[in-house]
């Protein structure tokens, strides 16, 4: 039974309730109430065969310049026009219908897409039988089959799986770009499923959170019913919740109760469109539009006042032809008649055709950089990605560049290097593990046996992530995997969301602590060919600000241990205060400083131990938060930290991550184009100002302001000023700020805090949170100065300030292609972003400004005669033009060669960009769309006007034009030659 109850003045829903199988317990007295949930139908098109025409008009004619030619039109049909009304319908026909068709076209292709989605095969549990349904006919509450490969057609909580441990493998490229596979599991109480029968019996009711877009949260809980009492609880959270566009692998098969559908979907959410960005340029245009319509207006009023004027001259009495009334009273409809006849006449001075030429020039310009060879990756074969077109001339305008550290920078592939343990220092060399002279730090010597506090330090490391291990035959050895193969004759394929986890765990098996994987509910390490077996209690939740992860793990004896690693700041401040752990704290921060120092990633690492009873206390509080719907992670938040108190500090790693190839050289470039570079990162100060020097961020004889370890305002106030104070004009200088000091800085010193980094040439800011980054964007883009800015990052903590950018830039790295979907521009490599912007983004704004100023200097060239024309024919409101030149002028005559132009113009040389990179510089603070150029084309359209205007009438003094037989040209003839003259001279400009 469903229920469909619907409830007037009812108050908004806090949480969603399912039933599973749309089935209610029969030990629920009152069954819970259902709304109505969205169907599985998946709608990315915006037009129906019915409202196609009516919407899309609707659409086009909210465009101003679309308005104002349809009022234009509408005019000509009820007044008497001084040309055909076909002069403005039909050049409006035709803006509007290729609009029309490209729109349709595009809508086409998305309403093909849907139904291919919404019409796929699925299967879902009914009646007790497996049925074929397609997947648009998915309801909440059912239970669907997914067999191995298969995407999931809908948010599903993972019920059952085939595999004996409840889990499955899931990769979720599709959703957020990272390949590596990803384990849900089954919540705790419906492990004990097996059969299509048990699903078919089970009743439970599901609470959990109302949709939203992150894909990384899902709060809930299960209450299950079997029949013998009253229900037991679970908690739900992400690990439990197979999201549509996810891909199931290495399992047969699971199965899943529909949470989200449709449109409320995970991936659907995450595909609706950011506010639209909108260029430098067209800001321009949309300025210059408003001047011609001022001018345009005062035209209109000159031109009828002076008609009247001129009709009182006694002379004009007998100009009978002319419509002159017989007294000089004019009536309302006098004058109405004769503004709007100006109105049509003088119209055409504001071009139809720029919007549309404008954004075919945009939407096949766009494709180029996609074509560029150089901005291909040779060892990925991933092109330059264009994900719009609108932002192509913003490229060229650049002022700020706001970067992501890891992955953007450096290569994101890290590499063990150093460790720290018990107060001594341990280096890899060679793949083998070394100790260093206490004489002398610069040799090493191998470490033939590991101390034991070693082997625990490794064996933590082993433990301590969520890293998945699968086994994988030798390739010199090909035979079918069985489950009795012994692990020794398999390499062993590690796959981590978190490549320093990956790097640490690899570093490992190295050194002879090997993680074999969760095996049979339990996780299994090989200890110098001993096999040791653990069970994981708990994985700790854990966000960015706690920047830490904790396992808890069970021996074989019976012990149970908490592991911890993450960063120093964290762990550190939850180690014991003893005197013996108070001397290898500060041994091991010393030793952490000298990583950082190298430009090494670190991570300190502990543990504690727990008794049974600290542990089923611990467990149950945790159990209690993590059920929570409301304020979830501050209850984990504070059982955790109990839990991680008192630790035993164990020591630190050091992890490389080195510099991608070019980046000095890109960065250099960059700042010699005019644009401020800034790094913001989640790393620790002196690794970033490492790397920021190692990189050429930072110069040598720069002096480097600190800006951190504020605790109040008054603090923060007192070192901008003295920072204000250190800045001279004769010195470069570089700023570091951490962000804990932003938070203080971003309360009420933001406009001190910009004053100060503006008088810097480089700035680094460091242990940011994605919230930081992106209020670090806005702090300069909303500045006084409101300077164009670009981010550049490669992970999903970067999308936000990139989505906050003028000018978002995704690099297509190892963090997934988060980033990459949700930017403007996206390529492989860093260095790449040095032709993307000196190249590419200084041609896309010189060939957009040029097509612009142009569209509008050829309809001053072309319409200005027409005023000069009125002052001849006594203001009559008589056109020169035929009405098909007024027609074709703009649609045809000059449109094709600023296409061309707008395309394939190249004003220097690449060779020459990328050599002379000052050259960027002359188009800042669009330079080239500035007011004095405007003017400046506006004139020589005057100038061309006269010339052409006054020169044909000179020519055409006698009245013969050199006719023969002494014929007199007739009005037609005179604007046609003046159109021809027109396009001649405005296609050679």
Known sequence: MVWKVFKKNKPPATSRMVLVNRQPPEELTEPPVMPRYTHNRIKTSKYTVLNFIPKNLFEQFRRIANF???????????????????????????VVAVTAVKQGYEDWRRHREDNKVNNAPSRVLREGVVKDLRTRDIVVGDIVEIASNEQFPCDLLLLMSSDSEGKCSVTTA???????????????????????????????????????????????????????????????????LLPRGARLKNTSTVYGVAIYTGEETKMALNSKMTGNKFSTVEKSMNHFLVFFLVLLVLEIVVCTVLKYEVYDDDTMSDMWYLGVPDNTTSTTSDVIQDSSSFLVIFNYIIPISLYVTLEMQKFLGAMFIGWDDDLMCKNTGERCKCNTSDLNEELGQVQYLF???????????????????????????????????EDDNSRTFPLHTCPANLVTFLQTLALCHTVEASPKIKAAEPQTVEEDIELSNLWLEYQASSPDEKALVEACARYGVVFEGYIKGELRLSVKGHTKTFTRLQVLEFDSDRKCMSVVVQEESGKIWLLTKGAESSVLARCCDDTKQQRLHQATLNHINDYAMLGLRTLAVGRRELSLQQYTDFASQLTRAKQMLEDREAAVREVTERMEAELQLLGATGVEDLLQEGVQETLESLRVAGIKVWVLTGDKIETAVNIAF????????????????????????????????????????????????????????????????????????????????????RLVKKSKESP?????????????????????????????????????????????????????????????????????????????????????????????????????????????????????DQNLPPELLLDRAELYRNNAKNSAMSWFNFFKWNCFALWHTCVMYFGLMFVCFDDTCGLPDAQTPDLGLFGTTLVSICVFVINLK
């Open 68 to 94: 104002y030619f349809l009022c234009i039109a509408v005019i000509q049909l009820f007044i008497d026009s001084p040309v055909s009304p076909m002069t403005s319908i039909l050049p409006l026909l035709f």
């Open 174 to 240: 599709n959703l957020d770009g990272e390949t590596n596979l990803k384990t849900f599991f089954c919540p705790s109480e419906t492990c004990y499923l097996t059969t299509i029968d048990d699903l078919w019996k089970l009743r439970a009711v599901i609470e959990c959170q109302l949709p939203h877009a992150n894909l990384y949260d899902f709060k809930g809980r299960v209450e299950v019913y079997r029949g013998d009492g009253g229900p037991i609880k679970a908690s739900l959270s992400t690990e439990n």
């Open 403 to 437: 970067t992501d550290k890891t992955g953007t920078l450096t290569e994101n592939c890290m590499n063990f290097r150093q460790c720290s343990v018990d107060g001594v220092k341990y280096v890899d060399v060679g793949g083998c593990i070394h100790t260093f002279d």
């Open 694 to 777: 190692s990189c050429g961020h930072f110069k040598r004889f720069m002096k480097i302001l600190y800006v951190n370890g504020l605790r109040d305002h008054d603090t923060a106030r007192h070192r901008l000023a003295q920072c204000q104070e250190d800045i001279t004009d004769d010195s470069f200088y570089g700023l570091v700020v951490d962000g804990a000091s932003l938070q203080l800085l971003y309360g009420n010193l933001k406009e001190e805090f910009y004053q100060v980094c503006r008088r810097c040439t480089a700035v680094v800011c460091c242990r940011m949170s994605p919230r930081q980054k992106a209020e670090t964007v």
């Open 788 to 904: 164009v800015c670009a981010a550049i990052g490669d992970g999903a903590n970067d999308v936000s300030m990139i989505q906050e950018a003028h000018v978002g830039l995704g690099v297509m790295g190892k963090e997934g292609r988060q980033a990459v979907r949700c930017s403007d521009f996206a390529f492989a490599r860093f260095r790449f972003l040095k032709k993307v912007l000196l190249v590419h983004g200084h041609w896309y704004y010189i060939r957009v400004s040029t097509l612009v100023q142009y569209s509008f200097y050829k309809n001053v060239a072309f319409i200005t005669p027409q005023i000069f024309f009125a002052i001849w024919n006594a203001f009559s409101t008589q056109s020169i033009y035929e009405s098909l030149a007024l027609t074709m002028f703009n649609i045809t005559f000059t449109s094709l060669p600023i296409i061309i132009y707008g395309l394939f």
